[in-house]
């Protein structure tokens, strides 16, 4: 079928798809919901394991090193990683990229319910939990709220009314109240009273566990009516506990006021939280997994708003909003794009100098791209930064083909003076083939990309199936809607800038006609650089051999990475005071950085905590005492980057004496990708924790001397003081406590023991069973401390009437680790820190010189930590891709041309692209990474394009008779003009991404650049060396074919013994085949 003819004779049918592809485009374009990047799933799953009150090394013995042994042994297991810290145990599994994670936590759960078989009979050890870790469930909005002096009204309001209110929000997973005091029913015992009363501080929990509830006593019928009948026992005031009855002595009831005082307020406070320096309290939102991140945050404004009409003297402060970076850097994509698309057409118009034909390529641009957005629909893909890059660095690519058919199309005008209507037919049927090849060399070289695993195959999927819709929709454009268009609208009189007789040039035609004396100037210059190159071929292949050679002396001054970081404009200040710090002086130091912070110019808004709350209902972050954290969200309007400030802050910061400082920017794309940010780590294994800890802070002072690496840690924190009570456990049995009873009783007296849960109009406060703080400052008071009346008689012999503390256990000041980590099964300590101002791998090859000669004992070692192991994967993974997009780009030539030889000719363009890349990203600055890998694999198919247009052209000239040296010079300077307007246009239409302006520009500017580089160099060497390396090939196939002739001759000669006449060989085989 001639596609052309049929789209010439049928231009309403043509028009009418257009129509309706741009108005099924546009109708789903509507319907995309937006996000920051595509939908990326961690293999991975954790399984956690609660123990009330145990130390970190039973934790490990006792928890996790069970459920390692039982879950390794899981099929595609990558790592296992875990914690053990004080009363919890956490143990990570990643898995192979590819696994079914499905199955995976079917594995896990069944592997976990057996290690449970050898956990310890204790009634307080909680089954583990297992859930898969997802990073898109990570928080979205912070948001201070301010408004009520009343610091427990407040958390209340926001436990009870606020929290609940906005977690109705669709896509809202979960909301985190921080800061305020949490209200609790405060019951504190006094010991002394308990001695006297003989009573322990067990009894006192029980009998509010036991009397504090409502219970259900079945059903009495009475006539007709049936009646439920109910056990009510719930407190309803905090009066009727003191009034509650706990025991009798000497013939006297006890109440609970007797020994222990009731009141209503609020839990000891250990985290204070502010919001600009004022009193505050903070909800973190969390959406779902799979939610919409901008589609959630519009949930929650709207339920806030709700919130604030019910409750007006609350104020909402949103101090980070991760979707209104998204909702940016997706706009900011699209005006690049169209930026990209309005300089492509001007250049097509330099060249064409004629605004109907513009017009007519022009018009390709917004057809194909609407009609992506019906496919990106359809695909159930989102409109993020990953599928708008694709197709704004498609944009470029788009109007290639158009561009080709249309300048085919004026070339049978002008040459052979045929009308518009037949050249549209003649002119689009001989480029068919070689239009198609080429868009087919930028399709097929994705394909490699859809079949790697791991985080580059998530990622640049969306990125790779978009450019194949976009440049497939322009080459239906190209062969349909070209040939219609140029139909009806391309005058055979007056184009390309032509001037009538009698007409007076305007400003625009003299335009042209200055440009057509360039183009002519610049063909003529071709054409005797052409002739030069083809009679000193050998020159002109050693040169392109030594420049392609010298690139590689570039390499070690360009950086690689994993990703460019991202600028969001928020970041998180950390201030870790030494292990031990009291709270308030802790905060007093908080309070310091937050002055410091607030004075700088470009800083908006801060949101601080220090310490921890007592998480009484699980919604608290886990920090210390001795941590404060402060999040900071800088002005929009700002001219610095978050580096910058950063760095500004860093210096003003490092006066705060004893505190060490991290401040790190909040990087979206590598906490979606990797589930953290982009750090050097290095991992020491080994047994001895002291050992570990010794050759961390070795490693570590070593590292602090590297430029460039800044917030510098070890995840192991200096050990903990501790007051470690020995049991005496023969003792203990003669009295009748156990093990338990002691540490029960201990942590009642000083942390504190939730008894139960006070009932208030629906809502619960916890009923708090503690000393009082006067009563638990020394280690004497709490010797004193009762833990069960004695038994009558006991075997002691002796007269107490209780069992006190000191009777049974003896205190040691001791310290201990606050947790413990391992990976794969063994004992760890990392040593990390964040890459600033310098690439990745400058700072890791310093990292590795400056750790060569470090000591390790037998049976200790050092290794990269797993993100880094990760990203030489993904680069194994990436080249990978590159070598077969290759290897089927010259499957299809070779189908195409039928031929062997022409395919290595029109590769010879590729390593010439390498020269613009190295050199786009040294004078540029950027560093290699998955990015500009994925730029690489997108020259591959653009370059060979232009190679195609030179071969296929020069093969036609040859079939219709011409010698191989003139077709080669007509066919280059022929091709001249659509090789450049395509190149430029592919290069104009990428140059706004290239800036790296806008935000969440740094990810997609290493792509543009790596390909305007590598086209720039590879199309002006293209037009030159290629054409060499096809005479050469083309004699080395001569010349085997004169070998074979004479091989046939020499034959002849001797069967017929020198009589024969030589049957004569003569070369009839098409010119474009090959050898």
Same mark, same amino acid.
């Given at each position: 079928?001639n596609i052309?003819?049929?789209?010439?004779?049928?231009?309403?049918?043509?028009?009418?798809r257009?129509a309706?592809?741009?108005l099924?485009?546009?109708?789903?374009l509507t319907?995309?919901?937006?996000d920051?990047?595509?939908?990326?799933?961690?293999p991975?799953?954790?399984v956690?394991?609660?123990?009330?009150?145990?130390a970190?090394?039973?934790i490990?013995?006792?928890?996790?090193?069970?459920?390692?042994?039982?879950?390794?042994?899981?099929s595609?297991v990558?790592?296992v990683?875990?914690t053990s810290?004080?009363?919890?145990?956490s143990v990570?599994?990643?898995?192979?990229?590819?696994t079914?994670?499905?199955?995976?936590?079917v594995?896990?759960?069944?592997?976990?319910?057996?290690?449970?078989?050898s956990?310890?009979?204790?009634a307080?050890?909680?089954?583990?939990?297992?859930?898969?870790?997802?990073p898109?469930?990570?928080?979205?909005?912070?948001?201070?709220?301010?408004?009520i002096?009343?610091?427990?009204?407040?958390?209340?309001?926001?436990?009870?009314?606020?929290?609940?209110?906005?977690?109705?929000?669709?896509?809202?997973?979960?909301?985190?109240v921080t800061?305020?005091?949490?209200?609790?029913?405060?019951?504190?015992v006094?010991p002394a009273?308990?001695?006297?009363?003989?009573?322990?501080l067990?009894?006192?929990?029980?009998r509010?566990?036991?009397e504090?509830a409502?219970?259900?006593?079945?059903?009495?019928?009475?006539?007709?009516t049936?009646?439920?009948?109910r056990?009510?026992g719930?407190?309803t005031d905090?009066?009727?506990?003191?009034?509650?009855?706990?025991?009798?002595?000497?013939?006297?009831?006890i109440?609970?006021r007797?020994?222990?005082t009731v009141?209503?307020?609020?839990?000891?406070?250990r985290?204070y939280?502010?919001?600009?320096?004022?009193?505050a309290?903070g909800l973190?939102?969390s959406?779902q997994?799979?939610?919409?991140t901008?589609n959630?945050?519009?949930?929650?404004?709207?339920r806030?708003?709700?919130?604030?009409?019910?409750?007006?003297?609350l104020s909402?402060?949103?101090?980070?909003?991760?979707?209104?970076?998204?909702e940016?850097?997706?706009?900011?994509?699209?005006?690049?794009?169209?930026?990209?698309g309005?300089?492509?057409i001007?250049i097509?118009?330099?060249?064409?100098?004629?605004?109907?034909?513009?017009?007519?390529?022009a018009?390709?641009?917004?057809?194909?791209?609407?009609?992506?957005?019906?496919?990106?629909?359809?695909?159930?893909?989102?409109?993020?930064?990953?599928?708008?890059?694709?197709?704004?660095l498609?944009?470029?690519?788009?109007v290639d083909?158009?561009?080709?058919v249309?300048?085919?199309?004026f070339?049978?005008?002008?040459?052979?003076?045929?009308?518009?209507?037949?050249?549209?037919?003649?002119?689009t049927?001989?480029?068919?083939?070689?239009?198609?090849?080429?868009?087919?060399?930028?399709?097929?070289?994705?394909?490699?990309?859809?079949?790697?695993?791991?985080?580059?195959?998530?990622?640049?999927?969306?990125?790779?199936?978009v450019?194949?819709?976009?440049?497939?929709?322009?080459?239906l454009?190209?062969?349909?809607?070209?040939?219609?268009?140029?139909?009806?609208?391309?005058?055979?009189?007056?184009?390309?800038?032509?001037l009538?007789?009698?007409?007076?040039?305007?400003?625009?035609?003299?335009?042209?006609?200055?440009?057509?004396?360039?183009?002519?100037?610049?063909?003529t210059t071709y054409?005797?650089?052409?002739?030069?190159?083809?009679r000193?071929?050998f020159?002109?292949?050693?040169?392109a051999?030594?420049?392609?050679?010298?690139?590689?002396?570039?390499?070690?001054f360009?950086?690689?990475?994993?990703?460019?970081?991202?600028?969001?404009?928020?970041?998180?200040?950390?201030?870790?005071m030494?292990?031990?710090?009291?709270l308030d002086?802790t905060?007093?130091?908080?309070?310091?950085?937050?002055?410091?912070?607030?004075r700088h110019?470009?800083?908006?808004?801060?949101l601080?905590?220090a310490?921890t709350?007592?998480?009484l209902?699980?919604?608290?972050?886990?920090?210390?005492?001795?941590?404060?954290?402060?999040?900071?969200?800088?002005?929009?309007?700002?001219?610095?980057?978050?580096?910058?400030?950063?760095?500004?802050?860093?210096?003003e910061?490092s006066?705060?004496?004893?505190?060490?400082?991290?401040?790190?920017?909040?990087?979206?794309?590598?906490?979606?990708?990797?589930?953290?940010?982009?750090?050097?780590?290095?991992?020491?294994f080994?047994?001895?924790?002291?050992?570990?800890s010794?050759l961390?802070?070795?490693?570590?002072?070593?590292?602090?001397?590297?430029p460039?690496?800044e917030?510098?840690?070890v995840?192991?924190?200096e050990?903990?003081?501790?007051?470690?009570?020995?049991?005496?456990?023969d003792?203990?049995?003669?009295?009748g406590?156990?093990?338990?009873?002691?540490?029960?009783?201990?942590?009642?007296?000083t942390?504190?023991?939730?008894?139960?849960?006070?009932?208030?109009?629906?809502?619960?406060?916890p009923?708090l069973?503690?000393?009082p703080?006067?009563?638990?400052?020394?280690?004497?008071?709490?010797?004193?401390?009762?833990?069960?009346?004695?038994?009558?008689?006991?075997?002691?012999?002796?007269?107490?009437?209780?069992v006190l503390?000191?009777?049974v256990?003896?205190p040691?000041?001791?310290?201990?680790?606050?947790?413990?980590?391992?990976?794969?099964?063994?004992?760890?300590?990392?040593v990390?820190?964040t890459?600033?101002?310098r690439?990745?791998?400058?700072?890791?090859?310093?990292?590795?010189?400056?750790?060569a000669?470090?000591?390790?004992?037998?049976?200790?070692y050092?290794?990269?930590?797993?993100?880094?192991?990760r990203?030489?994967?993904?680069?194994?993974?990436?080249g990978?891709?590159v070598?077969?997009?290759?290897l089927?780009?010259?499957?299809?030539?070779?189908?195409?041309?039928?031929?062997?030889?022409?395919?290595?000719?029109i590769?010879?363009?590729?390593?010439?692209?390498?020269?613009?890349?190295?050199?786009a990203?040294?004078? @540029?600055?950027?560093?290699? *990474? =998955?990015?500009?890998?994925?730029? #690489?694999?997108?020259l %591959?198919?653009? /370059? &060979?394009?232009?190679?195609i247009?030179?071969?296929d052209?020069t093969n036609?000239?040859?079939?219709?008779g011409m010698d191989?040296d003139t077709?080669v010079?007509?066919?280059?300077?022929?091709?001249l003009?659509?090789i450049?307007?395509?190149?430029?246009?592919?290069?104009?239409?990428?140059?706004?991404?290239?800036?790296?302006?806008?935000?969440?520009?740094?990810?997609?500017?290493?792509?543009? @650049?790596?390909?305007?580089? *590598? =086209?720039t160099?590879?199309t002006l #060497?293209?037009?030159? %060396?290629?054409? /060499? &390396?096809?005479?050469?090939?083309?004699?080395?196939?001569?010349?085997g074919?004169?070998?074979?002739?004479r091989?046939a001759?020499?034959?002849?000669?001797?069967?017929?013994?020198?009589?024969?006449q030589?049957?004569?060989?003569?070369?009839?085989?098409?010119?474009?085949?090959?050898?």
């Amino acid at each position: 079928m001639n596609i052309a003819k049929f789209s010439v004779s049928r231009p309403v049918t043509v028009t009418m798809r257009i129509a309706a592809m741009v108005l099924l485009g546009a109708i789903c374009l509507t319907r995309l919901p937006v996000d920051l990047l595509p939908e990326v799933s961690l293999p991975s799953i954790s399984v956690v394991t609660s123990w009330p009150n145990v130390a970190p090394e039973e934790i490990e013995a006792q928890v996790t090193r069970p459920i390692e042994r039982a879950v390794s042994t899981i099929s595609n297991v990558y790592e296992v990683s875990s914690t053990s810290s004080e009363g919890n145990s956490s143990v990570r599994i990643q898995f192979n990229w590819g696994t079914d994670i499905g199955q995976a936590a079917v594995d896990v759960l069944q592997q976990v319910q057996r290690a449970q078989r050898s956990f310890p009979n204790d009634a307080t050890l909680q089954n583990p939990t297992v859930y898969k870790f997802d990073p898109s469930q990570m928080p979205i909005l912070t948001i201070g709220v301010t408004g009520i002096a009343d610091q427990v009204k407040l958390r209340t309001l926001l436990d009870n009314e606020i929290s609940p209110i906005i977690e109705a929000a669709d896509g809202v997973a979960s909301v985190a109240v921080t800061g305020g005091e949490e209200r609790v029913i405060l019951v504190e015992v006094d010991p002394a009273r308990l001695r006297a009363h003989n009573l322990s501080l067990s009894a006192i929990t029980s009998r509010l566990v036991q009397e504090n509830a409502n219970l259900p006593a079945g059903i009495a019928r009475r006539s007709d009516t049936e009646y439920l009948i109910r056990s009510l026992g719930w407190f309803t005031d905090p009066k009727e506990i003191e009034r509650l009855p706990i025991g009798s002595f000497d013939g006297r009831l006890i109440t609970l006021r007797d020994v222990a005082t009731v009141s209503d307020t609020h839990s000891e406070t250990r985290m204070y939280s502010r919001l600009n320096g004022e009193p505050a309290a903070g909800l973190i939102v969390s959406k779902q997994s799979g939610a919409n991140t901008v589609n959630t945050a519009k949930a929650v404004f709207e339920r806030m708003e709700r919130a604030r009409e019910l409750y007006p003297d609350l104020s909402f402060h949103v101090a980070a909003d991760h979707s209104h970076f998204i909702e940016h850097a997706v706009s900011d994509v699209k005006t690049h794009a169209m930026i990209g698309g309005f300089l492509a057409i001007l250049i097509l118009l330099f060249f064409l100098r004629n605004v109907r034909s513009t017009l007519v390529v022009a018009l390709s641009i917004p057809v194909s791209v609407i009609s992506t957005f019906a496919l990106l629909y359809l695909c159930g893909y989102t409109l993020n930064t990953m599928s708008l890059g694709g197709l704004a660095l498609a944009v470029g690519l788009i109007v290639d083909d158009a561009v080709v058919v249309l300048e085919n199309i004026f070339r049978h005008i002008e040459r052979d003076g045929k009308s518009a209507e037949e050249a549209a037919v003649t002119g689009t049927q001989e480029i068919l083939s070689a239009v198609v090849a080429s868009t087919l060399t930028v399709i097929i070289v994705f394909l490699p990309l859809l079949l790697i695993k791991g985080q580059a195959g998530q990622m640049f999927a969306q990125f790779a199936l978009v450019v194949v819709f976009a440049i497939s929709l322009s080459l239906l454009d190209a062969t349909m809607s070209v040939p219609m268009l140029a139909s009806r609208i391309i005058r055979g009189e007056a184009h390309r800038g032509q001037l009538s007789n009698g007409h007076r040039p305007g400003l625009m035609e003299r335009a042209f006609a200055a440009a057509g004396r360039l183009f002519d100037s610049l063909d003529t210059t071709y054409r005797g650089a052409l002739q030069w190159s083809i009679r000193h071929r050998f020159w002109v292949i050693a040169i392109a051999s030594a420049v392609t050679a010298a690139t590689w002396l570039l390499t070690p001054f360009i950086g690689t990475e994993m990703m460019p970081e991202t600028d969001s404009g928020d970041m998180t200040v950390r201030i870790n005071m030494p292990v031990g710090t009291a709270l308030d002086q802790t905060d007093a130091v908080v309070r310091k950085a937050e002055e410091i912070i607030m004075r700088h110019p470009d800083v908006d808004m801060i949101l601080s905590s220090a310490g921890t709350g007592m998480a009484l209902r699980g919604t608290s972050p886990r920090l210390q005492g001795n941590q404060g954290s402060v999040t900071v969200k800088l002005r929009t309007d700002r001219k610095r980057s978050s580096a910058e400030v950063i760095a500004d802050l860093r210096k003003e910061l490092s006066q705060l004496s004893g505190a060490r400082i991290q401040i790190r920017s909040t990087d979206l794309v590598s906490r979606i990708i990797t589930g953290g940010s982009q750090n050097i780590r290095v991992d020491i294994f080994g047994n001895d924790l002291a050992t570990l800890s010794s050759l961390a802070r070795t490693m570590m002072d070593r590292m602090r001397e590297i430029p460039g690496l800044e917030n510098l840690d070890v995840n192991w924190q200096e050990t903990t003081p501790e007051i470690q009570w020995r049991v005496d456990r023969d003792k203990a049995l003669q009295l009748g406590v156990s093990f338990a009873d002691v540490a029960n009783t201990l942590k009642t007296a000083t942390s504190g023991t939730i008894a139960s849960y006070y009932q208030e109009e629906g809502f619960q406060y916890p009923i708090l069973v503690q000393l009082p703080e006067s009563k638990r400052k020394n280690v004497d008071d709490l010797m004193n401390i009762p833990i069960a009346p004695a038994r009558s008689g006991g075997a002691s012999g002796e007269g107490s009437q209780h069992v006190l503390l000191g009777q049974v256990a003896q205190p040691e000041f001791a310290v201990g680790p606050s947790d413990i980590t391992r990976l794969n099964r063994r004992r760890y300590i990392s040593v990390s820190g964040t890459p600033q101002g310098r690439p990745l791998s400058e700072i890791r090859a310093d990292v590795e010189k400056a750790l060569a000669d470090v000591q390790m004992p037998t049976g200790y070692y050092r290794d990269w930590g797993t993100s880094m192991k990760r990203q030489q994967e993904e680069f194994a993974g990436m080249g990978l891709a590159v070598v077969l997009a290759v290897l089927l780009i010259y499957m299809l030539l070779a189908a195409q041309f039928e031929s062997f030889v022409h395919p290595l000719t029109i590769l010879t363009s590729v390593p010439l692209s390498a020269i613009g890349v190295a050199l786009a990203l040294f004078l @540029t600055g950027r560093s290699f *990474g =998955l990015t500009a890998f994925i730029g #690489l694999l997108m020259l %591959v198919g653009i /370059v &060979v394009k232009n190679g195609i247009l030179l071969i296929d052209y020069t093969n036609i000239l040859r079939h219709r008779g011409m010698d191989r040296d003139t077709a080669v010079l007509t066919a280059g300077p022929t091709r001249l003009r659509p090789i450049l307007m395509t190149s430029s246009a592919s290069i104009l239409g990428m140059l706004p991404i290239a800036t790296g302006l806008g935000q969440g520009m740094e990810m997609q500017a290493p792509m543009a @650049t790596a390909v305007i580089g *590598g =086209l720039t160099t590879s199309t002006l #060497l293209t037009l030159l %060396v290629v054409p /060499v &390396v096809y005479t050469l090939f083309d004699d080395l196939a001569n010349l085997g074919g004169r070998g074979k002739r004479r091989r046939a001759k020499a034959a002849s000669h001797a069967e017929g013994n020198g009589h024969a006449q030589p049957e004569a060989t003569v070369v009839t085989a098409r010119p474009d085949a090959g050898a």
